[in-house]
């Protein structure tokens, strides 16, 4: 009597799911309710965000950390077999050259409206989204400075190309870092591209070496390896803060005018985790999620209302009109161009 009940429950599971009845009651499996994240800002950063969307959606986050350059290769890489569902973080100007590559998925997201200037932080195309702001700086080892009595710290583009700096400076390649192509479009926009790309080619003599994350200058100018690291003000403040020496880095703002970042987000074309990669997509979009830079030593400014600056002066210097359009349209073209007329990427230091 067992056998033939067990047999008759199992003719009519197979009864009901031929009939679709069953259908909208399988709950996913397990293995569906993840997203695959690639992110672009600071470690700790992504890791606290992939944390904290867990715990609030039950989705279980994986991510990869690139700095902006190895992330849209390694989008371009993947295209036909995408392996990220959404990428996040970086400066936008990635994402617009990855959009005109056809590498990037449109999505409508209602909490577009919590955005300070959509004009601004967002693609009319849906396409991205701005995330955060930051601008350039210049920071210099306060240890260095006291050991060569009568330099000063660079407080413009010029200062760099001083006698006293020659062989001190420590950068990003924008190659693989949304920092230096940031310094580098910065400059073109500044100067023009002719006498841009002249100081480019200056600039590169006082370079002691070249990096891959746009982050590390500051750390090793910290270390005492390199006078002065060209990086996003918000990362200086975090290496400030994280090391607990407020007066081991000077921090200064070039007078002719500071490029900045606003970090993005897109969702990626042919997303596996369509669903779960607009739930992060909106969630990002709101002041709850914004506000948790800070607490992650991300001290970029916010690009949604209601969430209060935690280091206002970080944007209270002179920014130049930087063009984002014009920056991502010619991002492979002015990287290629760097690599082959100016640096290398052969020695690049992790």
């Not at 890489?77 to 590559?101: C, H, M, N, S, V």
């Not at 409206?113 to 967002?122: F, I, Q, V």
């Not at 006293?164 to 580098?184: D, K, Q, W």
């Not at 600056?309 to 014009?326: A, K, Q």
Request: aromatic share 10%; glycine share 10%; hydrophobic share 40%.
């Amino acid at each position: 009597m067992y056998r033939g009940a067990r047999l008759l429950i199992v003719w009519l599971l197979l009864l009901a799911v031929s009939a679709g009845g069953l259908v909208g009651c399988i709950a996913p499996a397990a293995s569906e309710r993840v997203l695959n994240v690639l992110c672009s800002p600071a470690e700790e950063w992504c890791q606290g965000m992939a944390q904290e969307f867990e715990a609030q959606t039950g989705i279980r986050v994986s991510y990869v950390r690139l700095s902006s350059g190895e992330a849209l290769a390694r989008i371009r890489l993947e295209k036909d077999d995408p392996q990220f569902d959404i990428w996040w973080g970086g400066p936008l100007d990635g994402y617009i050259a990855a959009k005109q590559e056809g590498l990037l998925a449109s999505y409508a997201s209602p909490n577009v409206t919590n955005l300070l200037d959509t004009d601004k932080y967002h693609d009319p195309d849906n396409t991205w989204a701005g995330i955060y702001v930051g601008s350039l700086g210049f920071c210099t080892s306060t240890a260095w400075l006291g050991d060569h009595p009568g330099v000063t710290a660079p407080s413009s583009w010029a200062d760099l190309l001083r006698p006293e700096f020659h062989r001190e400076i420590v950068m990003a390649h924008p190659y693989t870092s949304g920092t230096a192509y940031t310094a580098l479009a910065t400059v073109l926009q500044l100067k023009g591209e002719n006498e841009g790309w002249a100081y480019m080619a200056e600039l590169t003599k006082q370079v002691r070496e070249y990096t891959r994350s746009g982050a590390l200058p500051v750390e090793l100018v910290a270390d005492g390896e390199g006078a002065v690291a060209i990086a996003f003000s918000h990362d200086i403040v975090r290496t400030i803060e994280a090391r607990g020496e407020d007066d081991a880095l000077t921090l200064t703002f070039p007078a002719e005018g500071a490029g900045y970042e606003s970090g993005g987000m897109a969702i990626l074309e042919g997303a596996r985790h369509l669903a779960e990669a607009q739930r992060w997509y909106d969630w990002a979009l709101t002041a709850e999620a914004q506000a948790l830079g800070p607490k992650y030593g991300a001290y970029q400014a916010p690009t949604v209302t209601g969430v209060t600056l935690t280091h206002p002066g970080l944007l209270n210097v002179r920014l130049i009109d930087y063009d984002f359009e014009w920056a991502g349209t010619h991002k492979r073209e002015f990287v290629e161009r760097f690599t082959r007329e100016i640096a290398g990427t052969t020695l690049l230091r992790e």
